[in-house]
């Protein structure tokens, strides 16, 4: 019979303000997740910033918390550690709001309001209908929506989507898949977008919650 198991490769946490290479410390993180043993995974802190690198020495499993020791390999300091932290918040960022965002046009949203269900051909095609981290939109707008009519930027609340939601690996990162119909009580606001002078979207990220 066989069974699936679930891997780490980062560890997060806010604990270790001070780390000596070559020592080692005590965690504990909750959820199922475990590492693989003495293969090197990155710790960051809660912010995304890069730390060191360490291996996993002990683990133990109990319940829905992990409990174990790392050892300190590597240390990352100055231009590197911005190098990689600006990596992870490039990839991961979008996993820590509670929206995820949606471009549509004025049409298409106007009809899944009224049926209470937004579908799309990607669903039958690839399985799923594409979302956005925030971070992403205006990469998105810019190349799929230029000749729509009326486009609509839709930020949906991951808790109140009923179909499974995926960060799954796409260019320049991950990206939020819906593997199912929209629900659309699950869309928490909704505003128009249009170019700017230079004839681009040029969308306010840090406004969209």
């Given at each position: 019979m066989g069974f699936n198991v679930e891997f780490n490769s980062i560890l997060r946490s806010d604990d270790y303000q001070e780390l000596t290479l070559g020592q080692t410390y005590s965690f504990h993180k909750l959820g199922s997740r475990v590492f693989f043993d003495n293969i090197p995974i990155w710790l960051t802190d809660s912010h995304w910033q890069v730390l060191a690198e360490v291996s996993i020495v002990e683990q133990t499993k109990q319940h829905d918390c992990l409990k174990g020791?790392?050892?300190?390999d590597y240390l990352y300091s100055g231009a590197e550690q911005k190098c990689v932290t600006d990596m992870f918040i490039r990839m991961y960022d979008g996993m820590l709001n509670p929206n995820i965002y949606?471009?549509?046009s004025l049409q298409e949203y106007s009809q899944a309001k009224q049926s209470g269900w937004l579908e799309r051909d990607s669903l039958q095609t690839e399985g799923f209908i594409h979302a956005s981290p925030r971070a992403k939109l205006n990469r998105v707008a810019n190349k799929f929506y230029t000749q729509v009519e009326?486009?609509?930027l839709i930020?949906?609340?991951v808790s109140k989507i009923t179909a499974p939601v995926k960060w799954e690996p796409a260019t320049g990162g991950l990206y939020p898949h819906i593997?199912?119909?929209l629900n659309m009580d699950a869309v928490?606001?909704?505003?128009?977008i249009t170019k700017n002078s230079q004839g681009v979207f040029d969308i306010c990220t840090d406004a969209t919650d």
């Open positions: 020791v790392f050892r300190v949606l471009l549509s009326s486009p609509l930020a949906l609340n593997y199912g119909p928490v606001d909704v505003k128009p």
